[in-house]
């Protein structure tokens, strides 16, 4: 290639890179609820149902705004009229209900509640003859009924990174030294077409002494079949975290002989250590008074070198009470200064993430400092317990600390291993059932909180978790439909939505702590309530106070994007630099 030639080829790049930086760009916007005023950007596969004008009710001024209001088959988007103060962006699928009222002969109000705390009402005028019934439409679009007609299905958008490719789990476990020769682990097929246990992965990691028809009886003595399973293996002393559900040990103490051989086998796997420990994430009264039902926690007589924990960590319904409670406070357009933190107090949520972190600690504290292995479990498996061993897998190891490692954590520990999002978020239904729960969001949260201890060793910031919890309900993105990964693989999500982690890597900076420094080892946090806070930016994102007093995102974001813009300038000064030389040269 002639110097010329190099020469239009490294501006080609730059203006390549520049044509990047605009699709970064338009898609932000197309990404974040705070868009620019009166600005609609279309989705790939969106579609305008309904347009009409209307008024937005708002607590903060104390008055109507004029406005437009577009109903798409994805969102709620009201554009206020010139010189108004702010719009309005709703994914349809974060409604979690729709009220409408007459106001007067004329109009009605429509109140309409999210998932996410948000709460806004429109006055909707009967006399305008091009005025659609509006809650009709988005009692329609907001609740299909059917998981498979959400958005995610209809979005278009093409990403150059798949993310569904993100966790490998040869790879994975090859990483920490599971699969490795020699190893006191193996890989089993036993779950193939997920025909033992389906709301386990089809390839799982057990000891290697340990044979399928041994695993696949011990299956019949865990509830729901979610026998001890490997999470994540110590790489230098050898001490394992495994999961699991309770056992059927029930007011008979019943006992399986090839359960207790399987923990056995497990405690066996690391040279460090005599003892294994059981934690059980639930209170000592919950897991006992589940023998009544033929569950319960197992025999310490009947498992050899064991030590029992019990965790104080509540169940789905007591953190949804808590959760609604927090609502109650946080979105009262009214706040009473002198008793917001004894209001707070009451609510019992900061309690409930202490005690979820302070059982993370623990099963940190045993594999790290004891060189002991750890079984987690709680009642079927897939709420508690996927909080405690991914919070402790965070805190032991620091690939689980960086963006790409993070997403890994949630594909595995979430995804994999059978964690119920649509049972807990209720995607596209009307009715928020009983078993509704923010378990996720928690565990989110609870990051969060690690994170104020630790600035500088996580490679992503926090707002790449309120950015996961506002799609956790969005339903752009396939990644968290469905409750595990055969009724994924049932319903091809894989290859009929997106991953969220496509728009996230493609956008990877916007995510990235400028402060990061790697550290290498476990991290042990003192975990009380003088150091627990509310998480302000996703519980309070939609305060109608609260949500206009934090810029610091959008100046963190300017200096991101003026870095990137200078960097730009400089590689391509430096490709202009080079090619000048060579032109020297040839001359």
Known sequence: MSAADELEQGQYEANKEADRSDQLEQDRAQQTSQ?????????????????????CVDPCFDGHIRGQLKLSNYRVFFSAAE??????DIPIHSIYKVEKKSQAENSYRITIQCKQ??????TVNRQEKKNKDLHQMLVKLAFPGDEGRVFAFEYRKKFKDNGWEIYDFEKEYTRMGALKENSKWRHSTINKDFSLIDSYPEDLVVPAAISDDIIRKSSSFRSMGRIPVLSWLHRSNEASLTRCSQPYVGLSKKRCEEDEALIAE???????????YICDCRPYKNAQANKANGKGFELGECYENIEFSFGKIENIHEVRSCNNRLREL??????EESKWLSNLEATKWLHHLQFILQEAVKVANIIENKKSSVVVHCSDGWDRTSQVTSLAMLLLDPYYRTLQGFEVLIEKEWLSFGYQFQTRTCHGTQEITKDYSPIFVQFLDCVWQIMQHYPYIFQFNKYLLTFIAQHLYSCLYGTFLHDSEKQRAEHEV?????????????????FLNPLYKEEDGCVLPMINMRTIRLWRENWMAYHPFYRFQDPLFDRIMELVHLREKVQANCDEQRTRNQSTVKIAVVS
Do not use: C, Y
């Not at 010189?83 to 309005?88: L, S, V």
């Not at 705390?117 to 429109?122: G, H, I």
């Not at 946080?330 to 706040?335: A, E, G």
């Open 35 to 55: 868009q620019t005023h009166g600005t609609f950007h279309h989705l790939p596969g969106e579609e305008i149902k309904l347009q009409q004008e209307v008024e």
């Open 83 to 88: 010189g108004e103060p702010h719009d309005i």
């Open 117 to 122: 705390f948000l709460s806004v009402q429109f």
């Open 266 to 276: 497990i405690r066996k796997a690391t040279t460090k250590s005599t003892h294994i």
């Open 330 to 335: 946080v979105t009262s357009p009214t706040i």
């Open 494 to 510: 894989r290859t009929k939505t997106q991953s969220l982690w496509s728009f996230v890597n493609m956008s990877s900076t916007e």
